[in-house]
């Protein structure tokens, strides 16, 4: 309508008719038709008045009621039309009408210009548009679904509902509880090996002395020694005389009665010169066949296991050196005393000597010591001072006090330990740089193969195509077997250096593991 509007206005008016003014559209209106009117016919319809016929089709009452308003000469303005200027109805004149159309909610402009013909006032055009969707009044014909019911459930449903919400409260609380429990245990295995790392161990030891040791000359300097290494020490009497035990104290007490303590099973027993020199004797008259109830090494050792079982023995004896060196002084002096009364005789000095309780040889001391380890296992240490055995006692206190940390450490899925070397293995470059240490490798891995012997072999053919190209130049198999015997194999350096030859057996086996296809091939059979 709009073009066809435009194309009136672009033509010129017929003889006869004059235009007549007409206010502009206001802004946001639809589009206004100029109507032409004059005292003669034809007479122009107002679009509005179009709009209203052909909306109105249909509709008896509607007709109805604009022809009574077309008869009475009177018809109301809708509020989307306005009276043009000088339009009254006195003047003959038809009345020129401006018919401007505003939308429905935005959307239906057919809707708001029935309605602006019609007369209904602005409210009732804006009402649709102001409910969601542009939904009519509630007085309409369309019908607003009602709202869904809530479901009700039984008895046996609610109970099973509650049920199951309460056994998965009781999961989600069984693994809450399950992972507190594993963060605790990780944190006290945290806890328990950093106190078992060296440096921190020690804080968990206190050493414990017979109240003897202190007794003795030198005991005062040990417990000393002790003290000035940071180790807590404790002055118990114990069940062996000038014995010295560890405690252990736990890192996660159990009980909330205090710290518990845990015995070290090392005990570490320290033996007068006197007694150990008697103990020697004993032991020597006892070889000798003589019956005697003097003491020994091994039942002074069978003696302490009976009063700490389960121990682990070790005994320490200070000043061995310094009775060996007045023991050759008396033999100088006894000497002398022989070159001045030669008439004594060779006999009677060897009673003397055999009745002296300091005459004990050094070789006495080794055959005792060597019948004690032999027989049960215990070592006896000699210290030269008591300063000696002060320091020897911090580093027994230190071992005993990491043995745990060390223990773990050595756990392992081998029973043997390898070389450094061979737990990295051999990186090998995408270059081929490394190969040459894997060929070395495994001609050490032969029995009875040295690290030399290895390099010997290598360096001569460095590397398995080419000792298999040497096999292949061979003419017989027996010259095959022997190819590689005369290689040398030099040992150390400078005027200790020594030189060997590979050998035929070593040549043989190499020659079968290089050439052989006999998976089950025993390579040191002969």
């Not at 709009?2 to 206010?23: F, I, K, N, T």
């Not at 001072?385 to 060390?406: I, N, Q, R």
């Not at 450094?420 to 894997?438: A, Y």
Request: with cysteine.
């Amino acid at each position: 309508m709009a073009a066809a509007a435009g194309g009136a206005e672009g033509r010129s008016p017929p003889s006869g008719l004059s235009p007549r003014p007409v206010s502009p559209p206001s802004p946001g209106w639809g589009s206004a038709v100029v109507v032409l009117s004059s005292d003669s016919e034809p007479e122009v319809v107002p679009l509005a008045e179009r709009v209203k016929r052909r909306l109105s089709r249909g509709r008896p009452s509607a007709e109805g009621s604009a022809a009574r308003g077309e008869e009475g000469g009177e018809r109301p303005c809708g509020s989307g039309e306005r009276p043009a200027a000088g339009g009254g109805g006195q003047g003959g004149t038809a009345g020129v009408l401006v018919a401007e159309v505003r939308p429905w909610g935005g959307t239906n402009g057919a809707a708001g210009a029935e309605g602006a013909a019609r007369g209904l006032p602005q409210a009732a055009l804006a009402e649709p548009a102001a409910r969601p969707g542009g939904s009519p009044p509630s007085g309409g014909s369309a019908e607003t679904s009602p709202a869904p019911k809530k479901r009700k459930y039984s008895q046996k449903e609610r109970e099973a509902m509650g049920q199951a919400a309460w056994q998965r409260r009781k999961e989600r609380e069984a693994q809450k509880r399950q992972q507190e429990q594993e963060k605790e245990r990780k944190k006290t295995l945290a806890k328990i090996l950093k106190a078992q790392r060296p440096g921190e161990c020690q804080k968990y030891i206190t050493v414990v002395l017979d109240p003897a040791i202190l007794q003795v000359e030198g005991g005062a300097q040990v417990f000393a020694a002790l003290q000035s290494a940071n180790y807590a020490c404790v002055v118990e009497s114990q069940a062996v005389p000038c014995s010295i035990t560890w405690r252990r104290k736990a890192v996660i007490p159990q009980t909330e009665d205090g710290d518990e303590w845990t015995e070290e099973p090392n005990v570490l027993v320290l033996l007068r010169l006197e007694e150990f020199l008697s103990m020697v004797r004993g032991y020597k008259q006892e070889a000798q066949g003589c019956a005697g109830d003097k003491e020994t090494l091994q039942s002074f050792v069978a003696q302490v296991m009976k009063k700490m079982p389960g121990k682990i023995l070790a005994l320490t004896v200070v000043e061995v050196e310094k009775y060996f060196r007045c023991l050759r002084a008396q033999s100088k002096k006894r000497l002398q005393q022989a070159t001045v009364h030669r008439n004594q005789g060779e006999e009677q000095r060897r009673k003397e000597a055999k009745g002296s309780g300091l005459e004990i040889s050094r070789l006495d001391v080794e055959e005792a010591l060597v019948d004690l380890q032999l027989c049960t296992q215990v070592q006896v240490t000699f210290f030269a001072s008591w300063e000696e055995l002060g320091e020897f006692a911090t580093m027994f206190s230190k071992a005993v006090a990491e043995a745990p940390y060390k223990r773990e450490q050595e756990k392992t899925g081998f029973s043997f330990y390898l070389e450094n070397k061979w737990c990295r293995g051999v990186k090998v470059d995408p270059s081929g740089k490394g190969l040459f240490e894997v060929w070395k490798r495994q001609i050490q891995q032969f029995n009875r193969v040295s690290l030399e012997m290895a390099e010997a072999v290598v360096s001569a053919y460095p590397s398995p195509q080419l000792l298999d190209q040497a096999y292949s130049r061979c003419s017989s198999e027996q010259e095959r077997e022997n190819m590689l015997a005369n290689i040398l194999v030099r040992r150390g350096d400078g005027v200790t250096a020594t030189s060997r030859r590979i050998g035929p057996e070593l040549s043989r086996r190499i020659y079968l593991q290089m050439t052989s296809h006999d998976p089950d091939l025993y390579l040191d059979a002969t």
